[in-house]
């Protein structure tokens, strides 16, 4: 089946800086990449959908100065934390769809856990 | 909008026995159901999906699930379980093909342990 790999799988950063992670589609052509963001117990939360080359689209109450999403390939696509605050730690996941793996399913990366002191 | 409320944080069944994990949804409009399975470390896997076809949807690893419009339920079962079952298991709805740009929405998921 179709992967998607996310980079770092965790990361602990100092307040006030910022941290990139990346979403990569490893054997197919992800025409549009999607960021959620998930709390202990809770679900997943749609933070933002990308088309390759297109900006992102931001769900309500999502700050896009916050979080800078970039899907410059068909393959890569990242996600910046930009001047982290522990409010922000939180564990996020990417998923992709296109071609080569069906338009009608999303894949999933592993998740990456951002704790930010 | 789309929600979707999963009974149960936590599962816990015997090995060999009847696994039920439920789903209950809302949707203004015919919804595309969908449960998904994460294992530790891994990302979300989809087990099965329901696009207004049979109600009765078969999915991978011997999981199944019902749609049942009035009850607007969907609840996933496994008539045997096995160690390997164990995971965290997510349902989710959308308001029609994600091809078309729909969006998923997650319940809070559900942790299924197996007993030896």
């Known amino acids: ?14 307040s006030g800086t910022s941290v990139k992670i990346e979403c990569r ?3 197919f052509q992800a025409t549009t990449m999607f960021w959620y963001r998930q709390f202990p117990k809770q679900s997943l939360m749609l933070m933002a959908t990308s088309n390759e080359g297109s900006k992102a689209t931001y769900e309500q109450g999502v700050e896009k ?6 899907h410059a390939s068909l393959t890569l696509s990242t996600l910046t934390v930009t001047s982290a605050h522990p409010e922000d730690s939180s564990f996020y996941i990417c998923s992709a769809r296109g071609a080569g793996a069906g338009t009608d399913t999303q894949y999933f990366g592993p998740g990456t856990r951002l704790t930010v002191l | 909008a789309q929600s979707v409320t999963q009974l149960g944080s936590h599962v816990s069944v015997s090995e060999g026995a009847l696994v039920l994990l439920r789903c209950n949804y809302s949707s203004s409009v015919p919804p595309y159901l969908f449960w998904y399975v994460q294992y530790p470390n891994q990302g979300l896997q989809l087990l099965l999906k ?6 009765l949807v078969k999915g991978i690893n011997g999981f199944e699930a019902e749609f049942k419009k009035s009850e607007t339920s969907f609840h996933l079962t496994k008539p045997s379980a096995h160690m390997s079952d164990a995971a965290e298991y997510f349902c989710a709805v959308s308001d ?18 197996v007993k030896s």
């Open chain 1, 1 to 14: 089946g179709a992967v998607v790999s996310q980079h770092p799988s965790w990361v602990i950063c100092k």
């Open chain 1, 25 to 27: 589609s490893l054997d």
């Open chain 1, 65 to 70: 100065d916050k979080f800078l999403i970039n």
């Open chain 2, 50 to 55: 329901y696009t207004s076809a049979a109600t």
């Open chain 2, 96 to 113: 029609g093909s994600l091809e078309y740009g729909n969006k998923l929405v997650f319940g809070a998921g559900t942790i299924l342990r």
